[in-house]
């Protein structure tokens, strides 16, 4: 059974930072593209930013593209979201997810059905 388990929410001021953390379990976590969503009260969860089986191709959504970096150390089966420059608009549930089929080389996914495995989220909120 594969879990993802989310760390490293919290609330910031609006300027700072965060580094939130996923571990997976439960399956080869290096053939498998990854991705950050979020879901603000009263909005549909959101595309984030997703990371390649290898690393080397990522991909953002445009409110986060130059502020927030995705990362993952396959050895350890971890991905990470670094969060710089933080707005009250980010302020939302952050979730990571696994892909839900083994990924070509350099594949990515923005659309959420792509993803069949998610973790439990992590708040992040952000004040002004």
């Known amino acids: 059974q594969v879990q993802l388990v989310e760390s490293g929410g919290g609330l910031v001021q609006a300027g700072g930072s965060l580094r939130l953390s996923c571990v997976a379990s439960?399956?080869?976590?290096?053939?498998?593209?990854m991705g950050w969503f979020r879901q603000a009260p009263g909005k549909d969860r959101e595309f984030v930013a997703a990371?390649?089986?290898?690393?080397?191709?990522?991909i953002y959504a445009d409110s986060v593209k130059g502020r927030f970096t995705i990362s993952r150390d396959n050895a350890k089966n971890n991905v990470f979201l670094q969060m710089n420059s933080l707005k009250p608009e980010d302020t939302a549930v952050y979730y990571c997810?696994?892909?839900?089929?083994?990924?070509?080389?350099?594949?990515?996914?923005?659309?959420?059905?792509?993803?069949?495995?998610w973790g439990q989220g992590t708040q992040v909120t952000v004040s002004s």
């Open positions: 997810a696994c892909a839900a089929r083994i990924t070509p080389n350099e594949g990515v996914y923005r659309t959420s059905n792509e993803y069949n495995k």
């Open positions: 990371i390649s089986r290898s690393g080397d191709t990522t």
């Open positions: 439960g399956r080869t976590f290096s053939i498998y593209a």
